[in-house]
């Protein structure tokens, strides 16, 4: 199996993608492919002792910014590592792209040079978030940020096929992320949405609630892109104050000083179950291939594990796994 | 000053609805109307050795419960004590009315019954969070699921009005939030938003995202209900997931719960930090009287902190200054 990775893509690309790449190449059975800038490529590969016989390089002479417009620089930047990486995916010479860059453009260039799975409308990002018992899928957080009501449908239906197929949840539970739990409540979209799940045919559970997020009680919960990609990033928001909070409490005294440093592993550990890096990146499901985008800030631990997600989403077959759940949808619910 | 306190509101009223008014009772130099069921209101007042003199009862015979409809059961009960206490504001009975119940109930009866000020079209409810380095303001999260763009410009007038005349703040930096930085990000109706924003002179920074909602960056930030809504139950979701798998991590050995023991103080600082009940309700901003949404799960404090507000929004005549604010803008952008 072949994974691209975006060699440019993140706050510190190409170093730390460099050192994601090397320890994918050797923890799991894959031929990692370098995408970007030869000479910056090799320049870092060279201050590592032994470089892994299965991680190459393919040239790409641009680079598409963090803070580019994703369409523009997409059409724009033809040789950038986001398009030559998500080329060599469309032309089947790589059988999954994973990038810490631009999202907008990863999003723009998958959408338009590899193209959707038959039946699908829009592609959605779908993320992993640690939950008290386990972990949550969130679609979409932010692919989509003015849906339509059969968009939201199919993340349901692409959402369930990947926590049945690559994470091996039986018979998964879906919900919908609402400001109430009553059929009623909502929007005249949400309540649109709620009959096309309702009559979908997966396990749904109803509306569910942002308290309902980080609670593991339900296994996929569907959003619009907007209050998807505001509920991730307060989240993060949150996560960090709360640190920062707790930092500043821990410091207020010797005496809980001294606590802080003999209960150092259990932050540790804390750390570990909610660090994003542990739960990989974040699959687009939706486009024909697999295209996996990774947090801008990934360290080397989190691209190992997006290159993993990869891994498995390709080993699981995901893709025709979701297009077979979408026909059978269909054929409850026609479009 | 009178405040009105619905006593058979919250997820345990009467009980904790007696102990906030008397709480406040005590520290404020408000009168504490109590609403609700008259012989139920007296036996938990028994229970305490001295009954302040600034305290008095409302009969109210019916209750509307935490998950009734809004609309029809404020219809339908007239004698409930959401009503009830909203009709003694509606008639200047009393300078405001704190309700921990049914939100719905609260923000219909209010806007139903009492009516709203001149030139507002919608309410807001406006929430304090905690942040790294102050306190932000958040509205709406909830009141008004389905916003137009002039909706939103009201929120950001009223909010920046609150921040400035309640708080204290100086010039109040005003953000809305949407999936990116730029001006061009998001939904037509968010670009449609910015531009009222933008020209109606308050202090505009823009657009911010999730992740700026925790670090106290900014006074005001804006949003639809539907997201302000989703965003404040994940924070909550989130924040109780933490102090959960906290906890799990800091028994996982001896050395660990001696730390934890130890560093016990910074714990219970950090949770004063982060706790809604210090922070005390959340205004209903908009209507034509003081209106307070507590959280259903206040405890006393908390309900003594939503008097406070109420106390504190009234004291610093909060919506003469709101109807000012929309006046001096509405000579600037026509609606």
């Given at each position: 199996m072949k994974i691209a990775l975006d060699?440019?893509?993140?706050?510190?690309?190409p170093e730390t993608a460099i050192a994601g790449a090397i320890r994918a190449a050797r923890e799991l059975p894959v031929e990692v492919v370098l995408v970007g800038q030869q000479a910056a490529i090799e320049q870092h590969l060279a201050s590592y002792a032994k470089r892994p016989a299965n991680l190459s390089i393919v040239h790409a002479a641009e680079v598409i910014g963090m803070d580019e417009s994703p369409v523009a620089s997409v059409r724009k930047k033809r040789d950038s590592s986001i398009n030559v990486g998500v080329e060599l995916l469309k032309e089947r010479k790589v059988d999954a792209f994973v990038s810490a860059g631009n999202t907008g453009a990863v999003v723009s260039a998958s959408t338009l040079l590899v193209g959707l799975l038959p039946g699908i409308e829009r592609p959605g990002i779908a993320t992993l978030l640690p939950g008290v018992t386990k972990d949550t899928l969130l679609i979409?957080?932010?692919?989509?940020?003015?849906?339509?009501p059969l968009h939201l449908l199919q993340y349901a239906l692409m959402g369930e096929a990947y926590m049945r197929?690559?994470?091996?949840?039986?018979r998964p539970t879906v919900g919908l992320l609402n400001v109430?739990?009553?059929?009623?409540?909502?929007t005249e979209f949400m309540k649109e949405t709620y009959g096309l799940i309702e009559a979908s045919g997966v396990n749904f559970v109803g509306n569910v609630e942002?308290?309902?997020?980080?609670?593991?009680?339900?296994?996929v919960i569907v959003c619009d892109g907007f209050a998807g990609n505001v509920a991730l990033k307060t989240a993060e928001s949150l996560a960090h104050a709360i640190s920062v909070l707790l930092k500043r409490s821990l410091a207020m005294s010797p005496i809980t000083r001294l606590g802080a440093w003999l209960a150092h592993d259990a932050f540790l550990n804390l750390r570990k179950e909610i660090d994003y890096a542990e739960h990989g990146g974040a699959p687009l499901l939706g486009v024909d291939g697999i295209s996996i985008i990774a947090h801008g800030a990934s360290g080397g631990k989190a691209i190992k594990n997006a290159i993993r997600v990869a891994y498995e989403s390709v080993r699981h077959e995901l893709n025709p796994n979701m297009v077979e759940a979408i026909r059978l949808s269909s054929q409850r619910v026609p479009p």
């Open positions: 060699a440019m893509g993140g706050d510190t690309a979409d957080v932010g692919a989509n940020i003015d849906p339509k197929c690559v994470l091996g949840r039986v109430g739990e009553e059929e009623t409540k909502g942002g308290h309902d997020i980080f609670t593991g009680e339900f296994d």
